[in-house]
Every structure is written in C-alpha cells, then in structure tokens.
C-alpha cells in the first residue's frame, strides 16, 4: 500500500489527504524520502559534466521534494495538533533531519561544483534571480560548514545535531507547562469578570471535564489577568505564567538554554566569527549588534520613560484600594484596564463584542481584496484538525493559492501565533501554487469574539500569508517569506495598519448581538487608545530584544538566568514589567535557530512598516492603488529574489529613520 505522505496527491489542489495520513506514516515517509533524497543529490555531486548552473544549481533544486512534502504536513500538524506520538516522532527525528542536512552541506564532492560555478559566476548568463541563487546556494554552503575539513566538519555535524535536539525539547517542555498547569476557580471567583473572560474560562475547563478554570493560553491568563479584582488569584497565575520552563524537574529548560548558547558560539567561532551575533546578523539588513542596539536604545529610553510615569499612576491607584506596598507585575494589567476605563472611557468589555472573529476575517480578505485584487471562496476539503477552514484565493479567475486558517486554543496547539507553508510558491521545477497555513490562539465562544490586540494578531499573520500568496518567483528557495529575518516581518506589520483604518473598522467591526456597527464615538476611542499604554508594551518587548542580543553578542553565559538578571539591571527595567518572553520560555530564541540574536527584528521591520503606511497616506490614503501596486511589485511579489534593502529603496525611494516608529507608538517627544 503507497504510503499517502508520498503518494500523487489526486486532491483539489493538491491538497495533502489529510484524512488519509495516519501518524504511522511519518516515519517511513522520512526515511524513504530521506533516503531518495541522498541518492538525488549523489547524482548531482556525482556528475561527469562540468558544473554549471542548470546541472549544478537547479540539479540540486530538483532533489528532496518528496521529503519537503512529507516534512511540510508533519511540522505544520505537529505544532498546531499535537499529541504523544508527535512528540516522539519530533523528538526521534529532529536529529535525524540535522544529521541528513549535514550530509548533504558536507558533501565535499557537490561543494566543489557549487563553489566552481560561484567562481565563474561573472561569466555566466544568468538572470538577477539565478545571480541571487546562486550567492545565496554558496553562501548557505559556505555558513553551513562546507569549507571545513575532518574534526572541525565532524565537531560541526555533531553541534547541529545537539542543537536540532535541544531545540525540541525546549519546545516540548514548554508545550507541557501550558497544557498541564490550571487554576480550578469557584463561582465566587467569577466575581467582577466580564462574561466573555468567563465564557473563554468555561470553555476550557469543558475540554478538560471541570468547571471554570484559568489556564496559561493567553486568550485566556491575560484578559483574567486585566479584569480579576482577587489580587491572590492574580498573582497565583501571573506566578505560574512567569515560571513556564522553570519549574524544575523534567521540563526545565534552564539547562537547555546555557547548553544552546555555548553550542552556538562554539558553531560561529568554527566559522571564524568572534561572537554568534556575528555569524547570524552578517545576511541581516542590520549587519551588526551594534546596529541593533542603537535602534533598540533609541526606543529603549523614551519607552521607559513613559512606563515609569505610568507606573506611578497605577502604583497609587493600587494604593487608593488599600493595598500596601509597590505595584507589582501581577497589577499591572488591572490597574492600566481600569485606567484606560477611566481616562479613555474605553471598556474592552464594551469594546469586544465588536470585533466577531467571522466579521475580521471577512475585513482581512476584504481589505486584500480592495489592494490587490484577490477573492476568497470556502473550501469543504479534509483538514488536520475540526477547527482548521481552507479557502481557495483567486484573481481575475486564476487560482492564486490556497488558505487554511486555525484559530481557537486547544491543548495540543503550541502558544502563540504563526504563519507557516505546507507548500511555497515556485514555477520550477514544476509550476506550484502556495498552501499557506494561519494559526492562532484565540478563545473559542458563540460567537467567537477577539480582544483588539486579538484583531491585530489575526491581520499581522495575514500579512506573513499574503507575502507567501503574492509570491512570484522562479526558485522555492527565494519565494515567499524566504527573505532576511529583519525584513521578514515588514509585510505583517503593515499589513496591521489596515485594521486601524476607520472606514474598515465602520463597515466590519459589527456587534456581535444586535449586528449594529460600531458607534462613532466608540471607534473614535478605540483609535485614540491604539498607543495607550504603550511603555508598558514596548518595554517588555524590547527587554526581551535586549537580552537575546547579550545573550548572543559575547562569550556564551554559563547562567543564562544570571545574565538575563544582568542584563535588566543594567538597563533598570520598571519593577513590575517582565520580560514578554523569559528565558526559559523564550521559544523564538531557543525552540530554534530563526530569531536567535534576531528577536530585534520586529522592531527593525516596524520602523519600516511605519514609513511604508505613510507612503500610503501621503500618496491617496489607505488604499490608494498605485501604492498597493508598488507593494506587491518591490515587497510582496519578490521573496527573497533581491537584496532587501534594494526592494525597500524600490518601494520607498529611501530608508526610513526611527521616527515615524516613535510617532506610531506615541513615544516621540
């Protein structure tokens, strides 16, 4: 019987047969796929012709598709659906892909031919897009360790190999801390929540047979967080929400984390690098750490400035209930939510039945609709999980990619928010259209309705989608959000702007009972409040920014949690402002290799988005067409086929300065 992993997939769309893979499919699809893909690449290596680019660089572009497709289902399940056998294949086969990986990067004989068509690149006839493969083939080889020879390339292998395993295990220890920690709350407890923090409270205590419970998803920890009046109870969750990874035994990644960091030193120094923030920021638009810190001390201080002034507001409100003592974390959200009631009149209790999650998807594909011509059809197809929705993308009748959207909370789903491809966007060797994957974790209800911030994630990952969707390039390796991690997060960013434009906010954000738009006056504060408490927000971030770069940008800590301690006290991090992410939950920097020494980037990318909505405002508005035309032609379309600082020149005709960040986040002087 064909394994379905491997099979021609017959479906619409060549959708993966979801309702056919079976978890015992996995494993023999790798190690077929794995195996093909070895002897694919040997024919490329092994090759009598002189090495060129069509039998050198496309013959390697040829190999590992039927492993690209087996991975793309099992990584895009096994972090929205997992389950104990998904844990295990992970953790058994993490190594296994490192190792292979390394197999292939070591593969003297392939390096050579890559390395002889690199020198005789300038007399090639190549398009800008080959002359971009190819920098980028070599290069990828080159920081892969290709160049290195017997104990350096073994010592190389073996590291890679660790890291793929310490990577697992960090994600899965943090996995098991979400799911398994709750806090059990009576009727009594209730008291003073608004009913959609209670609704999302019994709807996970349903899923585990209990009654109401808080648990660490954040759809549901931070509204009980921002609403509870039971100091005790709020101090009891923040405590466990903080200790996620750190609470000793089994699923502790302190160890973890100190192992991770003297391995990647280890692996930047093998490549002649001093530091890793050396070896990783050397693609990035930022170049260098000292780039990085620059912008994040820019933001750094005026940031903190405005947190200290808000914190001694919430600190006497506390006082004015009684409460002795300094405002701590667990504070912070409920005195700045009964703030924000009082300053700006602004309740989210009022302000959430306006935003259903069936009204903002519908806003998200209307607004790309409007800027780039697309239309968006349900599809009824088999998916991974009962909550997972598809829908076909099209334009002008053409089929441009397909959607699958994930949004509600469950045990098995890791935290937070991605975007991700089950298949990218290419013309070659084969024409492909994009499977491009949301995932979120939102509280389910009926219906189910989002916190603003909620709406902000939904259209930031719809962002990341688009620029997979739009995609229009030759080679999967340059398509879609294939591109410098400091550029990456441009398209996603800005595509936030669009939910903050009020004619969308008037037509869409509809109540959830009576249907009636949101009133004027109401939109009108929801929009004034977009920057509020934005000290707050901006410190945890760029503390978190500020700590993975230490972390990165010197000999490797031998206590990451005294460094990370180092670090905040240097920097006088407002008492009762946690790291957004700490260490031992510091899933972008540890889960794997993507934001190491790279968690900057949303800031890097943000002064960008912020100059490029000020494009569209300064030309016709938000949706002024010759701009939309321009971000799909100079961003969206390109991937990574060109340098990213020339596509943002392209777009904008300059580079931005951290201002227009600053005046976006209410920060400027």
Known sequence: MTNPLLSNWETPFGLPPFDAIKDADFAPAFDQAMQADLQEVAKVADNPDAPTFENTIEGLMRCGHALDKAAGVFFNIAGADSNETREAIMREYSPKFAAHSSQIYSNAKLFDRIRTVWEARDT?????????????????????????????????????????????GFTQNLLADEREWLMECSEDDLGGLPEFVIGAMRTAGQERGLGPVVTLSRSVIVPFLQFSPRRDLRQKAYAAWAARGMNGGATDNRDIAAETLTLREERARLLGHDTFSAFKLETEMAGTAENVETLLMQVWEPAKAQANADARILEDMLHADGIDG???????????????????????????????????????????????????????????????RAWQVTRNGDTVAVFIGDYFARGSKRSGAWCSAIRAQAKFPDVQIPLVVNVCNFAKGDPALLSYDDARTLFHEFGHALHQMLSDVTYEMVSGTSVARDFVELPSQLYEHWLEVPEVLAEYATHADTGEPMPRDLLDKVLGAATYDMGFQTVEYVASALVDLAFHNGPAPADPMQKQAEVLAALGMPRAIGMRHATPHFAHVFAGDGYSSGYYSYMWSEVMDADAFEAFEEAGGAFDPDMARKLEQFILSKGGSEDAQELYLKFRGRMPGVDALLKGRGLAA
């Open 326 to 388: 300094p405002l701590e974390a667990w504070d912070w959200r409920y005195y700045s939510e009964k703030r924000r009631k009082a300053e700006h009149d602004l309740d989210e209790a009022e302000v959430k039945p306006y935003f259903q999650l069936e009204r903002m998807l519908e806003a998200q594909f209307a607004c790309a609709n409007r800027l780039f011509g697309l239309e968006f059809a349900a599809l009824d197809v088999p998916l991974y999980h009962e909550d997972a």
């Open 124 to 168: 090639l006839d190549l398009s800008d897009e080959q002359a971009r493969v190819l920098m980028l083939v070599h290069r990828n080889f080159v920081r892969a360790g290709a160049a290195l020879e017997g104990v350096q390339s073994d010592r190389m292998t073996a590291i890679k190999n660790r890291l793929a395993e310490l990577g697992t």
